[in-house]
């Protein structure tokens, strides 16, 4: 799931830097440190997609913010931990989902044995109005 999210993430990148209006774009202002720049973000894609830590993304953030590569990785960081929120939630609610299951199944149990009773009693009712005064 998170490697189909970077893919989207890739691809919306890529999409901001093609097309009729990048010529338009005006450039970052530390783009003249682009390749390193790159060249970290590569190496922090790629350690998130491995083993999902920001580490390098924060590090490349914090070095050049004003790097197009910083607001990238910015993107990215809002991104996973968004992700990693939604996830919790998720997990969550699975955690309450299967409490309510097991607590009807308790209820169907309780009922079972209430209607069981209520049979045992309507038994003894007629029982004791058959028996003679």
Not at 7 to 35: E, V
Not at 37 to 52: I, K, P, R, Y
Not at 78 to 92: I, M
Not at 113 to 121: C, G, S
């Given at each position: 799931m998170?490697?189909?999210?970077l893919?989207?993430?890739?691809?919306?990148?890529?999409?901001?830097?093609?097309?009729?209006?990048?010529?338009?774009?005006?450039?970052?202002?530390?783009?003249?440190?682009?390749?390193q720049?790159?060249?970290?973000?590569?190496?922090?894609?790629?350690?998130?997609?491995?083993?999902?830590k920001?580490?390098?993304?924060q590090q490349?953030?914090?070095?050049?913010?004003?790097s197009?590569?910083?607001?990238?990785?910015?993107t990215?960081?809002?991104?996973?931990?968004?992700?990693?929120?939604?996830?919790?939630?998720?997990?969550?609610?699975?955690?309450e989902?299967?409490?309510?299951?097991?607590?009807v199944?308790l209820?169907?149990?309780?009922?079972l044995?209430?209607?069981?009773?209520?049979?045992?009693?309507k038994v003894?009712?007629?029982?004791?109005?058959?028996?003679?005064?």
């Open positions: 998170r490697f189909i999210v893919i989207g993430l890739l691809l919306m990148l890529t999409a901001c830097n093609s097309g009729p209006f990048a010529k338009s774009l005006k450039p970052y202002p530390s783009q003249a440190s682009q390749p720049g790159e060249e970290l973000f590569l190496a922090a894609l790629d350690q998130f997609s491995a083993t999902n920001l580490d390098l993304m490349l953030k914090q070095q050049s913010p004003d197009v590569w910083a607001k990238r990785a910015e990215i960081i809002l991104y996973a931990r968004e992700l990693d929120t939604r996830k919790q939630q998720l997990d969550n609610e699975r955690e989902k299967n409490r309510l299951i097991a607590e199944d209820f169907r149990q309780e009922n044995k209430l209607q069981e009773q209520i049979k045992q009693l003894l009712l007629i029982e004791l109005e058959q028996r003679p005064q």
